[in-house]
T-cell receptor, first 109, second 114 residues
Framework: GQNIDQPTEMTATEGAIVQINCTYQTSGFNGLFWYQQHAGEAPTFLSYNVLDGLEEKGRFSSFLSRSKGYSYLLLKELQMKDSASYLCAVMDSNYQLIWGAGTKLIIKP | DAMVIQNPRYQVTQFGKPVTLSCSQTLNHNVMYWYQQKSSQAPKLLFHYYDKDFNNEADTPDNFQSRRPNTSFCFLDIRSPGLGDAAMYLC?????????????FGPGTRLTVT
């Protein structure tokens, strides 16, 4: 079966760095997406990785290792507004998104 | 601004009373999706359209139907809502299928069943 695993919840301090991990097992791979979802709102796109390595976009970076079925989202200089759920999603061989349940990130002052 | 719009944002319906949720887009994307998302769970794909080509997920209950009369609009019909259908319903679009493409989401409709 297809499976995406990510921690349910993480807590970090304002100004710090946090890494949210995602492991996957899917039928085929056409890239991995990270989305941010604030409570009661729709997901918004953060990043897309299809090749191994690190993609940096401002305070957010995303890493992919296809051989390990592993990705992480790195958030630097955390701000209170970064409190949200972070969803990992893999595009399978049929170009359908397989979603993780999300990691709820709590930022403390 | 080009966007995905969902109406209403909040919908309350009675057990067994049909309800329709609507989605419109100004992005001119040819793919539209309907997801169901329950609290702290992953979005669950119900259907998607590639233009007018309808694709139903195997485990989507028959109680859920969808219509796409034109490129811009898509509707989700729940024929006889049950208490278990209370959820956030998300509409999304993407530019094409058959290739990796970012999905753009509307704000969602939160459905309550009483």
């Amino acid at each position: 079966g297809q499976n995406i695993d990510q921690p349910t919840e993480m807590t970090a301090t304002e100004g710090a760095i946090v890494q949210i991990n995602c492991t996957y097992q899917t039928s085929g791979f056409n890239g991995l997406f990270w989305y941010q979802q604030h409570a009661g709102e729709a997901p918004t796109f953060l990043s897309y990785n299809v090749l191994d390595g690190l993609e940096e976009k401002g305070r957010f970076s995303s890493f992919l290792s296809r051989s390990k079925g592993y990705s992480y989202l790195l958030l630097k200089e955390l701000q209170m507004k970064d409190s949200a759920s972070y969803l990992c999603a893999v595009m399978d061989s049929n170009y359908q998104l397989i979603w993780g349940a999300g990691t709820k990130l709590i930022i403390k002052p | 601004d080009a966007m995905v719009i969902q109406n209403p944002r909040y919908q309350v319906t009675q057990f067994g009373k049909p309800v329709t949720l609507s989605c419109s887009q100004t992005l001119n994307h040819n793919v539209m999706y309907w997801y169901q998302q329950k609290s702290s769970q992953a979005p669950k794909l119900l259907f998607h359209y590639y233009d007018k080509d309808f694709n139903n997920e195997a485990d989507t209950p028959d109680n859920f139907q969808s219509r796409r009369p034109n490129t811009s609009f898509c509707f989700l019909d729940i024929r006889s809502p049950g208490l278990g259908d209370a959820a956030m319903y998300l509409c999304a679009t993407s530019q094409k299928t058959g290739a990796p493409s970012e999905q753009y989401f509307g704000p969602g409709t939160r459905l309550t069943v009483t």
